[in-house]
């Protein structure tokens, strides 16, 4: 009965205090808004300041992220550096130089359940693609090609390139023509590092 009594007694205390609590609030509150109203232009000039700061931190921290990535690249942009990455590096290489050649929404998605498509990015000109990345030893094939048209369904209005370190295959080559596919092999690798832009615009009907 005791105990019954204590849990009753401690209840009504704190249905008494939540009346106080709501009048401190009150207080409190009421004192801010008159602090606001009375230095108005202070709050103001801090408020543009905090934000300018953290704009200007934001824009800081986008540059050196920036920066870092052209670095990395000016280090891995060479056929000696490439054919020694993973896998995964070299998707992040291709995912950099869509950057560098200012693709925007550029975006790795390499993995498992990748669904054939490595790198998606749109081109400056709006223009979109996907592109499956292989760091291959041997010979990219045909079944490579026929994946990623079959995976080109979904991604409508999207233009698919195959990139490798090594060569295309004769039927590779044949599957592809016809198509809007663009295939880079090693050679035109080589000069994409160098510089050259390697994904033109989609034309219908060429391979």
Not at 148 to 161: K, S, T
Request: proline content about 4%; glycine content about 10%.
């Amino acid at each position: 009965m005791a105990r019954r009594r204590s849990r009753r007694g401690q209840g009504n205390v704190d249905w008494l205090l939540w009346p106080v609590a709501i009048a401190v609030f009150l207080v409190v509150a009421r004192w801010l808004i008159d602090v606001v109203v009375a230095n108005r232009p202070l709050i103001i000039g801090l408020t543009v300041l905090l934000v300018a700061g953290l704009v200007g931190l934001l824009v800081l921290r986008r540059r050196t992220i920036d920066a870092r990535q052209r670095e990395w690249l000016r280090d891995n942009a060479r056929l000696e550096r490439v054919d020694r990455m993973t896998g995964v590096e070299f998707e992040s290489l291709v995912e950099a130089l869509l950057r560098r050649d200012g693709f925007h929404k550029v975006r790795r998605i390499g993995g498992s359940g990748d669904g054939g498509v490595d790198v998606i990015g749109t081109a400056p000109a709006g223009d979109l693609f996907v592109i499956q990345c292989k760091r291959w030893a041997k010979s990219v094939g045909s079944p490579e090609v026929r994946n990623l048209l079959g995976a080109l369904h979904a991604y409508p209005e999207h233009r698919g390139v195959l990139v490798t370190t090594t060569r295309f295959t004769a039927p590779a080559k044949q599957c592809a023509a016809g198509t809007n596919l663009l295939l880079i092999d090693r050679e035109q690798l080589a000069a994409w590092l160098n510089g050259a832009p390697a994904l033109a615009p989609p034309t219908r009907g060429t391979g």
